[in-house]
């Protein structure tokens, strides 16, 4: 198993790689004479990219597990009414932290962002593998999707704020799944191949819900993708 360290180098790439993207999307956002037509094909690439990231990340290993996770999970989600008590925390969040800022346009970029960024299966197995297996490589694709979506969301939303709360939130999550990929195989003796076994079928079940999300975005459907996140957790519980 190599040791956690040389992973900070992906974390790195994956951060300096958003910044890029956000700082030659507002720089690009400013020369977009046309704007509301050209975000309006933003919107599509947008849509388009879950949709590929998505049916990329559908790798099943158990059908049952991601079946049950996906029926229960959104049942859940609408009895606890996520999506509500979402808007009624960011709205707090609005007031205190980001004056003048409406929290509409907050909180929909970033519930779609990170979907994008932290449920895939680029998200989890990427800081696995290169953890316990020196696999980098799934990290520099994930570096390099992170980078342009930062992009193609600098260009496309008004709001600056939510991604000073969106990269550092990524990296956190990066760092975070390092480090558990690291503390479960050295410290709690648990097999690489168990590890990376356990979070396919979570993978999968992100992965649904990405291609959710572009199905909203196209508006061919319209579901609260916040009501349905409860099924990661319940293919989480499974998976251990």
């Known amino acids: 198993m190599s040791c956690i360290y ?16 956000f700082v030659a999307g507002k720089w690009l956002k400013k ?9 309006k094909y933003f919107m599509i690439g947008i849509a388009l990219s879950c949709l590929l990231v998505g049916v990329s990340g559908v790798v099943v290993r158990n059908l ?6 996906l029926i229960i999970g959104p049942v859940v989600g609408y009895w606890f ?16 932290f980001f ?17 994008l960024t932290l ?17 980098s490589s799934l990290m520099m694709i ?26 550092p939130t990524v990296v956190l999550f990066d760092m ?6 690291y503390l479960s195989v050295a410290y709690l003796s648990v097999s690489p191949e168990i590890l990376i076994n356990s979070v396919i079928d979570v993978s999968a079940v992100g992965s649904v819900l990405i291609i959710i999300l572009g199905l909203n975005i196209l508006n061919v459907t319209d579901l609260s993708t916040i009501n349905l996140l409860p099924a990661i957790f319940i293919a989480l519980v499974f998976a251990i």
């Not at 049952?64 to 996770?69: D, F, L, N, V, Y």
């Open 6 to 21: 040389p992973y900070v180098n992906g974390i790195l790439y994956d951060a300096v790689l958003m910044m890029i993207g």
């Open 31 to 39: 020369l977009i004479t046309n704007k509301d037509e050209i975000e």
């Open 64 to 69: 049952i597990i991601c079946s049950i996770s």
């Open 81 to 96: 009414h996520l999506d509500k008590k979402l808007e009624v925390g960011m709205n707090n969040i609005m007031l205190k």
């Open 99 to 115: 004056h003048g800022t409406d929290s509409e346009s907050f909180i929909k970029p970033l519930s779609s962002f990170f979907m």
């Open 119 to 135: 449920i895939g299966s680029l998200s989890i197995n990427g800081p696995i593998k290169n953890v316990i297996q020196g696999e």
């Open 142 to 167: 994930k570096a390099c999707l992170d980078g342009l979506t930062v992009f193609v969301f600098s260009i496309t939303y008004e709001a600056n704020h939510f991604l000073r709360v969106a990269i």
């Open 176 to 181: 975070a799944m390092s480090a558990v990929a």
